[in-house]
């Protein structure tokens, strides 16, 4: 598995920017860190920046963030 994909990453609909917001919370704690007009937009520029970060602090020789547990929610049929 390469270090990039160790990181939980995600995209949402922000209402308030009107645009997709994405964010990788080990990496980027303080928030969003790309938008775009659609879902996939968004997902493909996170993944650029999440695996040009883990580059750098490859390169640095920093130790990456360990990818913390997140708890799984249970599905709720609607």
């Known amino acids: 598995m390469k270090a990039q994909d160790q ?6 609909w922000e209402e308030e920017d009107g645009l997709y917001v994405g964010y990788c919370p080990d990496l980027f704690p303080r928030g969003g860190v790309c938008h775009a007009g659609t879902e996939d937009q968004a997902y493909r520029q996170l993944c650029a920046l999440v695996a040009e970060e883990v580059e750098e602090l490859q390169c640095a020789g920093r130790i990456l963030p360990p990818p913390s547990p997140r708890p799984r929610r249970e599905a709720i049929p609607v």
């Not at 990181?7 to 949402?12: A, D, E, I």
């Open 7 to 12: 990181n939980l990453r995600f995209v949402r």
